[in-house]
């Protein structure tokens, strides 16, 4: 079956302006997450979605970023007046529920802020 | 806090030689979850395994092997007779009931020579 996609695979930007990224689950998986990628800091959690209930936004690192998730399937994640340390990959993944089951990544969209 | 430590940033093997990546981990949570993940030169994360907190049973999949000791909260993984598509990244991670993210370890960068 179709895995994550995630689009667009590349982006660069100018330092303050808003981009929109977007992943698209696997089918069925109800539970969705947004980590970020960068050589300095690893990989970081930023939000995560369950079916209808509120998102938890505990990792997101500023009022900049923001998601959603319509339908319960497809998420965009949007990030406000990007600045330079915006630069990294944006790594989406889902899991078929949240109890401890594996999450499937996507191949990640690669922002770059110039 | 949950923390997993990968203390080996990069390993190089000769083709054909066994390789062990460590991964320790932090957790207060008495129900968890351990992951591997092996992220190749293309970039997407790829699903390896998924250990319970419950079950110790090591696990044996073709050339790959993990090494779960509550004891010493470890979680290695084996490779044998390594092959040249084996260069990768190897990540571990944990998960909790606690939270519904991935806490990833730094990587450990394997690169396997003909």
């Known amino acids: 079956g179709a895995g994550v996609s995630q689009s667009p695979s590349n982006k660069v930007t100018e330092k303050g302006k808003d981009v929109e990224l977007r992943c698209d689950p696997i089918s069925g998986h109800t539970a969705l997450y947004w980590y970020r990628q960068s050589l300095g800091q690893g990989l970081e959690f930023l939000i995560y979605?369950?079916?209808?209930?509120?998102?938890?936004k505990s990792g997101l690192p500023s009022d900049r970023f923001s998601a959603e998730r319509t339908g319960g399937s497809v998420s965009t994640l949007t990030i406000q007046r990007t600045q330079q340390e915006d630069s990294a990959v944006y790594l989406c993944?889902?899991?078929?529920?949240?109890?401890?089951?594996?999450?499937?990544f996507g191949p990640g969209t690669r922002l770059t802020v110039t | 806090a949950q923390k997993v430590t990968q203390a080996q940033t990069e390993i190089s093997v000769v083709e054909k030689e066994d390789v062990t990546l460590d991964c320790v981990y932090e957790?207060?949570?008495?129900?968890?979850?351990l992951f591997w993940y092996k992220q190749p030169p293309s970039g997407e994360l790829v699903f390896l395994i998924r250990r319970n907190s419950f079950d110790e049973q090591n696990e044996i999949s073709g050339r790959y092997s993990w090494n779960f000791q509550k004891s010493t909260s470890s979680f290695n993984f084996t490779i044998t007779a390594s092959q040249v598509v084996d260069s990768a990244v190897y990540f571990c991670?944990?998960?909790?009931?606690?939270?519904?993210?991935?806490?990833f370890g730094k990587g450990t960068s394997l690169l396997v020579t003909p």
């Open positions: 993944a889902s899991s078929l529920d949240n109890r401890g089951r594996e999450q499937y």
């Open positions: 991670a944990l998960n909790s009931n606690s939270g519904y993210a991935l806490n």
């Open positions: 979605f369950q079916g209808n209930s509120a998102p938890d």
């Open positions: 957790t207060r949570d008495t129900t968890y979850y």
